[in-house]
C-alpha cells in the first residue's frame, strides 16, 4: 500500500506537469510506469488502466478553479454580452469535442495495442519536429480572443484534437499546434485547449470508470485512497503548470517544447534498446 501511494504521488506530479504543457501527458505517464518494472499498482492491472485516465480528473478541477470566471455564464459580475459570450465559447468547445468524441469510442478497445514506448518515442519527436516547423514561419494572427473564433476554426482544432488518440501525441500539444496554424494568437490556443480539456477528460473518465465496473472490477478501499491522493497531487501541481504556461507564453513561442519531445524521444529509443 505504501508502495503504491509513493507511486500514485509519482504519477500525480507526472500528471500535472505534463497534461497542459505540449509534451504528452500519457505518454509521459506511459513511460514511468515501464520504469516501474511495467507492473503499475498492486495485484489489478485493470484498475492501472483506470488510474492512468481518472487521474486526469485532478488536472480539470485546476483549469475551473484559475478559469472559473471565465467558464461561468451565470456570475454576477459579468454583463448580458460577457454571459452570451462564455455560452458561445461553450458552444465551440462542445462542436470541437465533437470528433475526439466520436474516434474515441470507436477506438477505444484498440488503444492499449499502441500503448507502449516505440509509439510513444516516435510521436514525441515527431511532433516535437512539428512544433519547430509551425513556430519558424512567419503567420498573421487572426483570432485574438474566444470572441472571434467561428464554429469552423473550432471544430477543425476538434479534428487536430483527434491526434492525440495516439499515445506521445498529447492533447494539448496537438490542439494547440492546430489552433496556431489556424490563425489564433498562442494564448488563444492554449486558453482552448484548456477548455477544450474539460469535457474530453471528463468524458474518458467516465468511460474508463463504466468500461472497469462493466469488466466485473471492483473499487477497493485502498484503490480509491491511491486514486484521490494521485488526483489531489495532480490538482495541485496542475495549477502551477497552467499558470507557468500562460505567462510563458506572453513572452515565448513553443520551440522549446518542441526541443524537449525530441531530446526525450531518443533518450527513451537509447533506453529500451541499449539497456
Known amino acids: 500500500m505504501v508502495i503504491d501511494i509513493i507511486k500514485s504521488i509519482i ?5 500535472g506537469i505534463t497534461e497542459w504543457l505540449p509534451v504528452s501527458s500519457t505518454g509521459h505517464l506511459i513511460l514511468v ?41 451565470f456570475a454576477l459580475s459579468k454583463t ?25 469510442l470507436l477506438l477505444d478497445n484498440y488503444m492499449e495495442m499502441i500503448e507502449n514506448w516505440m509509439v510513444v518515442s516516435a510521436t ?5 519536429i512539428a512544433f519547430i516547423i509551425v513556430e519558424r514561419k512567419e503567420r498573421k494572427e487572426l483570432v485574438t480572443d474566444m470572441r472571434s473564433m467561428t464554429y469552423r476554426t473550432a471544430i477543425l482544432i476538434g479534428a487536430f484534437q483527434v491526434l492525440s488518440i495516439i499515445p506521445g501525441t498529447s492533447r494539448s500539444g496537438a490542439t494547440i499546434l492546430g489552433a496556431i496554424l489556424l490563425g ?7 486558453e482552448f485547449s484548456f477548455f477544450l480539456a474539460i469535457p474530453v477528460m471528463l468524458g474518458v473518465s467516465v468511460l474508463k470508470i463504466g468500461k472497469f465496473i462493466l469488466e466485473g472490477s471492483v473499487m477497493t478501499g485502498s484503490y480509491l ?7 489531489a497531487v495532480s490538482y495541485i501541481v496542475s495549477m502551477a503548470a497552467i499558470k507557468f504556461l500562460m505567462d510563458y507564453v506572453r513572452k515565448h513561442d513553443f520551440k522549446v517544447f518542441g526541443y524537449y519531445r525530441i531530446v526525450l524521444g531518443i533518450l527513451v529509443i537509447l533506453y529500451f534498446t541499449l539497456v
Do not use: H
Open 80 to 104: 448580458k454580452q460577457e454571459k452570451q459570450d462564455t455560452w458561445q465559447m461553450w458552444f465551440k468547445v462542445i462542436t470541437a469535442c465533437i470528433p475526439a468524441a466520436v474516434i474515441g
Open 33 to 73: 510506469k515501464e520504469f516501474m518494472s511495467g507492473s503499475g499498482f498492486a495485484a489489478d492491472a485493470s484498475f492501472f488502466d483506470l488510474y492512468l485516465y481518472v487521474i486526469q480528473f485532478g488536472a480539470i478541477l485546476a483549469v475551473v478553479t484559475l478559469f472559473f470566471r471565465k467558464l461561468n455564464p
Open 225 to 231: 485512497a491511491v486514486l484521490l491522493i494521485g488526483m
Open 11 to 15: 504519477l500525480g506530479i507526472v500528471e
Open 184 to 190: 489564433c494568437s498562442r494564448g488563444v490556443a492554449a
Open 124 to 128: 514525441l519527436i515527431i511532433y516535437g
